[in-house]
């Protein structure tokens, strides 16, 4: 690496004393350093002894004492390495301003030393010395010609820590203004004012680096990311005009294929990255979208295609690519091929799930003690985890018809998380199940005042009035609060529509009804939709709805239960 070039991480950071963070590593800088060494004594002996006595302060926490006694011996031996460690030491307990004046002896010891200008450089970034910075880079961006385009570039990087970011852009402004016939400068001046929030001044630049150098893939990206700040549309524009330019700029391409998705362009997301899986038919970054965009709208064949490919080649989450796939199979009622791929899913983000949903295959081939103890073997890392295992698992009580011992279950969870937000709402449903409508009230209340946005509890609440038929008014609010949170959630409109047939506005129920069930066809929507129907003597109406809904779903209790109320 040339001697010159700036680079942003600290050459101190060697492994040498651990220091302890104490208040007295908080203790004010030491502005002063020592005095002169005097003539005539033991300097060996000195050095040594200060040397063990600095490294057995520091051991002991004894900050100031360790500190003092590495700066005296820097002074008194004027040694490079003795005066580095001692600027480390200083540094490490945030001495900047000693640490600094350590870095100045140590260049005038070795003038010549990159390692003393690096650790000058980072010490005052550290120390909010911008302006003293100024004249070292620009003497090393000045001098280091043939380097000038990777310290420029290194600007940034030396300052990320900093937190004053429009400081920053004045300083990478200073420094970089003078070669502004290069395109690195103005990208350095780019990534400054993107830094600082200035995504004005930011996009200039990144136009300048790029008509300097138009064929710049990560300048256009960097300019992509600062336009979709402010609109998606402008950064969608811009990448794709570079990509029609530079058909083979394949990271701008997959931006903006990720844009697209962004901005549910589907197609035209397609379209990228068929254009990219055409160019890079076996690159995992490519093959892994294109698999998503396609489950996404519903193309399960080449979603089922890109993702078995997945597992031939070096592809880092096939835990990831089985459970995609094991949801494919379950989709398509292949439940023995789907519980292969799920009971291969060993860690990651989609384990719990997979186990869950393993767990529910075996339920339904009859294999109850199998599914729960699938359930009860799988391990959890943390409380989010735990808490997951326990609603699939009484989940899978209640489908069992087991409800006491899935209450029973959640009871216990909760008692040791009372305040858990999932455990509070699926206690509460559960012990609606049981007709303990007060522990309903109670779980769901405690819910609203830990979280009173909750959409799915003011839904929930006001559901369980309108079902008893009480209380509709404050049904009708809690629901009414709900749908403002989740406009287009189809068991709030069902509630809400339920709410208004109980309150005799049968038309304004039909139609949110109708509403709910052109969302999500679901029977229990099918259950209220019926009803209303009938109640406005629209009785043909109501007998389709119910019995094209019994014919897709012949377990629903729900249904039969409305249709045997209406005696059809």
């Known amino acids: 690496m040339p001697t010159k070039v700036i680079v942003a991480a600290l050459f101190f950071a060697f492994a040498g004393s651990s220091l302890a963070e104490s208040p007295a590593a908080k203790a004010a800088p030491q502005k002063n350093l020592p005095g002169p060494r005097t003539a005539g004594e033991d300097t060996i002996g000195r050095a040594v002894f200060q040397a ?6 520091l051991q002991r926490g004894e900050i100031t004492m360790g500190v003092s006694a590495w700066a005296d011996l820097a002074q008194r031996t004027r040694d490079p390495k003795v005066i580095a460690r001692a600027l480390e030491v200083a540094a490490l307990v945030k001495q900047y301003d000693l640490a600094i004046e350590l870095s100045k002896m140590w260049l005038e010891v070795e003038p010549d030393s990159a390692k003393a200008k690096q650790a000058q450089s980072s010490l005052l970034v550290l120390g909010n010395r911008l302006d003293e910075l100024v004249p070292q880079l620009a003497a090393v961006l000045e001098e280091d010609k043939a380097n000038l385009p990777a ?33 690195e400068a103005h990208f350095a001046m780019a990534q400054a004012a993107a830094g600082a929030g200035d995504n004005m001044r930011a996009q200039v630049e990144f136009e300048k680096t790029l008509q300097l150098r138009p064929d710049w893939e990560a300048a256009a990206l960097s300019r992509a990311q600062v336009q979709s700040r402010l609109s998606n549309a402008s ?17 701008a391409r997959l931006a903006l294929a990720r844009l697209l998705i962004s901005d549910k362009q589907y197609d035209a997301a397609r379209k990228q990255f068929d254009s990219l899986l055409s160019d890079h038919p076996n690159n995992p970054e490519v093959i892994y979208p294109v698999a998503m965009l396609a489950l996404q709208q519903g193309d399960a064949v080449t979603g089922r295609t890109q993702l078995e490919k997945l597992l031939t080649i070096d592809f880092p989450d096939k835990n990831a690519v089985h459970f995609f796939i094991g949801q494919i199979d379950d ?38 003690d199998e599914a729960r103890g699938l359930i009860q073997t799988s391990r959890a890392n943390n409380d989010k985890e735990r808490t997951q295992l326990v609603l699939a698992e009484s989940q899978l009580l209640r489908e069992a018809g087991r409800n006491h011992d899935a209450y029973a279950l959640l009871e216990t969870a909760l008692a040791k998380q009372p305040d858990n937000p999932e455990l509070l709402y699926e206690t509460a449903l559960t012990a609606e199940r049981l007709g303990k409508l007060d522990v309903l009230e109670t779980h769901l209340k405690r819910l609203l005042e830990l979280n009173p946005n909750h959409a799915h509890a003011l839904n929930a609440m006001g559901y369980s009035l309108a079902e008893r038929n009480i209380r509709l008014s404050e049904a009708n609010d809690l629901i009414s609060r709900a749908l403002i949170l989740a406009p287009e959630d189809p068991y709030i409109l069902d509630s809400m529509g339920w709410v208004l047939f109980r309150q005799g506005e049968l038309g304004k129920a039909l139609s949110t009804l109708e509403s709910a069930y052109k969302i999500k066809p679901d029977p229990e929507i099918a259950a209220h939709l019926g009803e209303v129907l009938w109640a406005l003597q629209r009785k043909d109406d109501a007998r389709r709805i119910l019995k094209e809904a019994a014919a897709k779903n012949p377990d629903s209790d729900v249904l039969a239960s409305t249709i045997k109320k209406l005696q059809l």
């Open 52 to 57: 063990l006595l600095g490294d057995i302060a």
């Open 151 to 183: 310290n420029l570039m290194h600007l940034n990087r030396i300052l990320v820590r900093h937190s004053d970011k429009k400081a920053v852009q004045r300083l990478v402004d200073r420094l970089a203004t003078p070669y502004s016939n290069i395109p």
């Open 235 to 251: 950064a969608i524009a811009s990448l794709g005009e570079f990509t029609e330019r530079y058909p083979k700029a394949t990271d």
């Open 331 to 368: 989709d398509e009622k292949k439940p023995d091929a789907a519980l292969e791929h799920y009971l291969q899913v060993s860690s990651g983000d989609q384990y719990i799930a997979a186990r869950s949903r393993a767990a529910q295959i075996l339920l339904k081939q009859g294999k109850a």
